[in-house]
């Protein structure tokens, strides 16, 4: 019986090797795969980008909603903001990456929190003096585009926000659908929040409009809450 213990304990820890290196495989395939595209397709990604921005929570999209189009195979979208959505205390760091690893399939990244310096477990020289939030974050996102005879672009995704790890502070799943042609762009989403952070409880919509390719202006609602705001870009060119 004590060998049977040991055999089955060897094989758990054989398969969460496997399962690891599965992982990390994937992770550098997907890496290798982007890079080769970005650098293959430079000039070309540069010139049809879709110029999405990445939000808040950690997903291309505006403010706080994520857009229905997920990003291009080879785009990176990155951003930093001095608010943290749904935390107890909102003022802090929270940077945020979105890359296109495939057509289709976008994944993000997250870290947020009120304190860069300080040590969270209150080890070493620098503890944490009083309670702070620290939140690495993974993120995905699976869409498809159709393009009409017409000139409109219709596009739906779903996704998760904050999936795995022992402790979530943002975790969602959605879908959202949407059109788009010339400057202006729709879409019409709904969200089911896990955690108490998650701005996406029930229904939650979007309209922008962007008259220039420098600049957007867009509404957004979500949680019986309206928002606006616009987002600035550099000329092509740069």
């Given at each position: 019986?004590?060998?049977?213990?040991?055999?089955?304990?060897?094989?758990?820890?054989?398969?969460?090797?496997?399962?690891?290196?599965?992982?990390?495989?994937?992770?550098?395939?997907?890496?290798?795969?982007?890079?080769?595209?970005?650098?293959?397709?430079?000039?070309?990604?540069?010139?049809?980008?879709?110029?999405?921005?990445?939000?808040?929570?950690?997903?291309?999209?505006?403010?706080?909603?994520?857009?229905?189009?997920?990003?291009?195979?080879?785009?990176?979208?990155?951003?930093?903001?001095?608010?943290?959505?749904?935390?107890?205390?909102?003022?802090?760091?929270?940077?945020?990456?979105?890359?296109?690893?495939?057509?289709?399939?976008?994944?993000?990244?997250?870290?947020?929190?009120?304190?860069?310096?300080?040590?969270?477990?209150?080890?070493?020289?620098?503890?944490?003096?009083?309670?702070?939030?620290?939140?690495?974050?993974?993120?995905?996102?699976?869409?498809?585009?159709?393009?009409?005879?017409?000139?409109?672009?219709?596009?739906?995704?779903?996704?998760?926000?904050?999936?795995?790890?022992?402790?979530?502070?943002?975790?969602?799943?959605?879908?959202?659908?949407?059109?788009?042609?010339?400057?202006?762009?729709?879409?019409?989403?709904?969200?089911?929040?896990?955690?108490?952070?998650?701005?996406?409880?029930?229904?939650?919509?979007?309209?922008?409009?962007?008259?220039?390719?420098?600049?957007?202006?867009?509404?957004e609602w979500l949680d019986r809450r309206a928002y606006a705001g616009f987002q600035a870009f550099l000329p092509a060119k740069f």
């Amino acid at each position: 019986e004590r060998d049977g213990r040991h055999l089955g304990a060897d094989l758990m820890s054989l398969m969460s090797l496997f399962s690891k290196a599965g992982l990390r495989a994937c992770f550098f395939w997907c890496l290798a795969s982007t890079s080769a595209f970005v650098l293959a397709q430079a000039s070309s990604t540069a010139a049809a980008s879709s110029g999405q921005t990445v939000s808040a929570v950690g997903y291309t999209g505006l403010g706080l909603t994520p857009s229905p189009r997920p990003a291009e195979w080879g785009e990176v979208a990155m951003g930093f903001q001095n608010t943290i959505p749904g935390a107890s205390k909102p003022k802090g760091y929270n940077f945020l990456m979105s890359v296109g690893v495939l057509p289709g399939v976008e994944i993000n990244g997250r870290l947020a929190t009120q304190d860069l310096q300080c040590n969270i477990y209150r080890l070493g020289d620098n503890p944490c003096r009083e309670p702070i939030e620290r939140d690495l974050a993974a993120s995905f996102k699976f869409g498809h585009i159709v393009v009409l005879e017409n000139g409109w672009r219709l596009s739906a995704s779903v996704g998760a926000t904050d999936y795995g790890g022992a402790v979530t502070h943002n975790r969602a799943t959605y879908g959202v659908a949407g059109a788009d042609k010339g400057p202006w762009s729709l879409a019409l989403g709904y969200g089911k929040a896990s955690s108490s952070g998650s701005p996406l409880k029930g229904a939650f919509g979007q309209l922008a409009w962007r008259p220039w390719d420098e600049v957007q202006l867009y509404s957004e609602w979500l949680d019986r809450r309206a928002y606006a705001g616009f987002q600035a870009f550099l000329p092509a060119k740069f």
